[in-house]
């Protein structure tokens, strides 16, 4: 059984940087594919970011290229997304996502089939 325990949401304003941080259990953390993604009321989940396991390869969603930043600390059994200059549509629960064993699409098993998701850390980012 893996836990993810996301932390580091809350109420900004636009323009602003928030970092969230997800800290996971398991004793391979190191080669789990993990990463992030978000949603909000009404609309369908959204692929934030993902950094691979072994080679810690990131990848991103097209609304966090460029602002945000995915990175994992494997000592700590945790991952992070450092996310800069925020907007109000970046509103929505934020889920740090697992994937476990060989992928060909990370975002795309971590949106749809993760093996584990965490209960998520709400960011809202007002105008």
């Known amino acids: 059984q893996v836990q993810l325990v996301e932390s580091g949401g809350g109420l900004v304003q636009a323009g602003d940087s928030l970092t969230l941080s997800c800290v996971v259990s398991g004793r391979t953390f190191s080669r789990y594919h993990i990463g992030w993604v978000r949603q909000s009321p009404g609309k369908a989940r959204e692929f934030v970011a993902a950094?691979?396991?072994?080679?810690?390869?990131?990848s991103y969603g097209v609304t966090a290229r460029g602002r945000f930043t995915i990175s994992r600390d494997n000592d700590k059994n945790s991952i992070y997304l450092q996310m800069d200059n925020l907007k109000p549509e970046d509103t929505a629960v934020y889920h740090c996502?697992?994937?476990?064993?060989?992928?060909?699409?990370?975002?795309?098993?971590?949106?749809?089939?993760?093996?584990?998701r965490g209960q998520g850390t709400q960011v809202t980012v007002s105008s």
């Open positions: 950094i691979s396991g072994s080679l810690g390869l990131a």
């Open positions: 996502a697992v994937r476990l064993g060989a992928t060909s699409d990370i975002a795309s098993d971590l949106l749809r089939i993760p093996d584990y």
